[in-house]
Every structure is written in structure tokens, then in C-alpha cells.
């Protein structure tokens, strides 16, 4: 991977986490004023992660010599957090973002810090992918309506 193509790579990441931050809070917002309190914590949670990991993708931009740019990636916003797991849980499976992640760093072999990056990256949504599933598992036994009484709070 050239320098020009590893700071494009570095800004796509960053645009692609601020806006995945940015409709996470709006779900935490928005499930919190729903009454399910717990679910809308996993949202801050996520939402703060995906924070931290685009301004990591900034610095490190920076840190290479490179001009961090504005960008935006559209994103659903959903009202019941079923279709919100589900488009997670599909965006994992179609996009293979976890995957890709793990091949990028792979190929870092000349760029221990970027590496290190991405592979904390790859951890980081690992969790993600990994609290998404067993909550789809959870309202797969237990139904939605006793799933959603265990999310207020
Ligand atoms: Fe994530």
C-alpha cells in the first residue's frame, strides 16, 4: 500500500466511524426516551468507541503527513431495535468489515503503528459483531417482547 493510498484508507475509516457515532447517539437517544434504558447504554457505548476510533484515523493521517478530510457516509436510523441489530448484523456478514479489517492490517508488514491501529480496530468490532449476535440469539429463545422487557431500564 503506497502513503497516498494509506491516508485515503485512514479517511475513509474516519468519515465512516463519525458517522457510525453520530447514528449511534441518535439511537441511544432515541431508545433511551423509549424506557429501554440498557439498550440505549450498548448504543453510547458503541457510539463512543466509534468516536475514539475516527479520531485515531485522524492523528494517524496527521502523523503521516497527510490532510484529513471531511466526509460523511449516509446511515439508516432505525425506531425499534430489532431492525437496528438486523442491518448491523447484515452490514457484518455483506460488508465482511471485520475481515477486511484484519487483511488491511495483515498487509501493514512496513508500518508497525498503522498496524497496531487497525488491528485494535479489528478487536474493537469484533465486540461489536460478536454482542450483536448473542443478542439476536437472546430474542431467538426468548422472543422480542421478553427481550425488549429486559432492555428497560
Ligand atoms: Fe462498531
Not at 56 to 68: D, F, S, Y
Amino acid at each position: 500500500m503506497t502513503l497516498e493510498e494509506k491516508i485515503k484508507m485512514l479517511n475513509d475509516y474516519a468519515a465512516s466511524w463519525y458517522s457510525s457515532s453520530q447514528a449511534d447517539f441518535i439511537h441511544e437517544a432515541t431508545f433511551r426516551a423509549q424506557g429501554f434504558g440498557k439498550f440505549a447504554d450498548l448504543c453510547k457505548e458503541e457510539g463512543e468507541e466509534e468516536l475514539d476510533e475516527a479520531k485515531k484515523c485522524t492523528e494517524r493521517v496527521l502523523a503521516l503527513g497527510g490532510q484529513p478530510v471531511f466526509g460523511c457516509v449516509e446511515q439508516p436510523i432505525f425506531c425499534e431495535i430489532k431492525d437496528l441489530l438486523k442491518d448491523w448484523d447484515d452490514g457484518f456478514k455483506e460488508f465482511k468489515g471485520v475481515e477486511e479489517l484484519e487483511k488491511v492490517a495483515a498487509s501493514l508488514t512496513d508500518d508497525s503503528i498503522t498496524r497496531k491501529l487497525v488491528e485494535s480496530f479489528v478487536e474493537c468490532e469484533s465486540e461489536h459483531r460478536a454482542w450483536v449476535a448473542k443478542h439476536m440469539g437472546i430474542i431467538g429463545r426468548i422472543g422480542y417482547e421478553n427481550y425488549l422487557i429486559e432492555q428497560m431500564g
